[in-house]
């Protein structure tokens, strides 16, 4: 397998992350939530990616791909947190989540950040912590669209 990290460029890349992400949701997040949640996090099927794409770029998206095809994205706001991070899973588990927060690691650095943050999953907080992330606070009543959907808050010094 093959892979490269490279900064998102959309409007293609807004369909295949688009893509990743309910993958990632609907499959992956759904061995630790139940389908409601998993429904209200996925959110409905979009036709019109503009705001998504708006989004992606605004937020310094990073995208891996594996054999030319987009298998994951992760990004990194003004202020250090780390908003996405999702990989498509017919590519989990193979190093593909840690190789895009290394590069957002070096990017934070020569930024001048001194820390990230983020919100994670219940799916990723065990990624996020094997990257030197530690839980801040946990987030028992997260709610997206209505449900609760429980997260923690996680942060790594760089
Ligand atoms: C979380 C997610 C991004 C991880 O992607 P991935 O490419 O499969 O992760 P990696 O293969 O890079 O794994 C990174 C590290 O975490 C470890 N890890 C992953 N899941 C683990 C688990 N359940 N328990 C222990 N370690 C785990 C891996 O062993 C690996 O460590 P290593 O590199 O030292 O061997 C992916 O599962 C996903 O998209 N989940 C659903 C969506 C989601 O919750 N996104 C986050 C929103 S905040």
């Known amino acids: 397998m093959t892979w490269d990290i490279r900064a998102y460029r959309g409007p293609d890349d807004a369909t295949a992350t688009f893509d990743v992400f309910q993958a990632a949701v609907r499959q992956t997040a759904s061995s630790v939530y139940g389908p409601d949640q998993v429904d209200a996090w996925a959110g409905p099927a979009r036709t019109d990616l503009s705001d998504w794409d708006s989004r992606r770029r605004e937020a310094s998206?990073?995208?891996a791909e594996v054999d030319d095809t987009v298998a994951g994205f992760t990004d990194l706001l003004p202020d250090g947190?780390?908003?996405m991070l999702f990989v498509h899973p017919r590519s989990g588990g193979r190093g593909v989540a840690r190789a895009l927060l290394t590069a957002t690691m070096r990017?934070?650095?020569a930024r001048g950040l001194t820390e990230l943050r983020t919100l994670a999953s219940r799916s990723a907080q065990p990624t996020?912590?094997?990257?030197?992330?530690t839980v801040v606070a946990h987030r028992p009543d997260n709610t997206i669209r209505g449900l609760v959907v429980p997260n923690v808050e996680m942060r790594r010094l760089l």
Request: glycine share 6%; aromatic share 14%.
């Open 128 to 133: 996020f912590e094997r990257l030197g992330f």
């Open 61 to 63: 998206t990073l995208v």
């Open 107 to 109: 990017d934070a650095r």
């Open 81 to 83: 947190l780390v908003d």
